[in-house]
C-alpha cells in the first residue's frame, strides 16, 4: 500500500510566501514523476508544476516565476515552495506520484487527500 500525505496549506496574505510537502510512505518500488495539482471551488483540477526523477520540471505558465517544485529522492519527499501568492491561488493543492509499488510490474498515479492554501487579505 502507498501513501502520499501532504503538509503545509494555510491562510496567507497576498504576497506572501508558503511551502507545501508532501511525503510518500508504504511499499515503494519507484517513484517516477511528482508533481502538484489544484483545484478551486467550481473548477476542474489543474495542474500546477511537476517534476521527473531526475529533476526535470514543468510549470503552469500562471505560476511559472513564483513557484518552485523540488523532490528529494531518498526522503520520497517532494514540494512546493509558492512565493508572491495571489488570491486566485486559492485552492485545495493535491500532491500526485506515478509509483511502481514493490513487487508489482507497472506503476499507478497516487494522490494526496489535499491541503487547503487560501490566499486573502
Known amino acids: 500500500q502507498v501513501q502520499l500525505v501532504e503538509s503545509g496549506g494555510g491562510l496567507v496574505q497576498p504576497g506572501d510566501a508558503l511551502r507545501l510537502s508532501c511525503a510518500a510512505s508504504?511499499?515503494?518500488?519507484?517513484?517516477?514523476?511528482m508533481g502538484w495539482y489544484r483545484q478551486a471551488p467550481g473548477t476542474q483540477r489543474e495542474l500546477v508544476a511537476t517534476?521527473?526523477?531526475?529533476?526535470?520540471?514543468n510549470y503552469e505558465d500562471a505560476v511559472k516565476d513564483r513557484f518552485t517544485i523540488s523532490r528529494d529522492n531518498v526522503k520520497n519527499t517532494v514540494s512546493l515552495q509558492m512565493n508572491s501568492l495571489k488570491p486566485e491561488d486559492t485552492a485545495v493543492y493535491y500532491c500526485?506520484?506515478?509509483?511502481?509499488?514493490?513487487?508489482?510490474?507497472?506503476?499507478?498515479?497516487?494522490w494526496g487527500q489535499g491541503t487547503q492554501v487560501t490566499v486573502s487579505s
Open positions: 500526485n506520484g506515478f509509483i511502481r509499488p514493490m513487487g508489482r510490474p507497472t506503476g499507478y498515479p497516487y
Open positions: 508504504g511499499s515503494i518500488g519507484v517513484i517516477y514523476n
Open positions: 517534476i521527473t526523477r531526475s529533476g526535470g520540471t
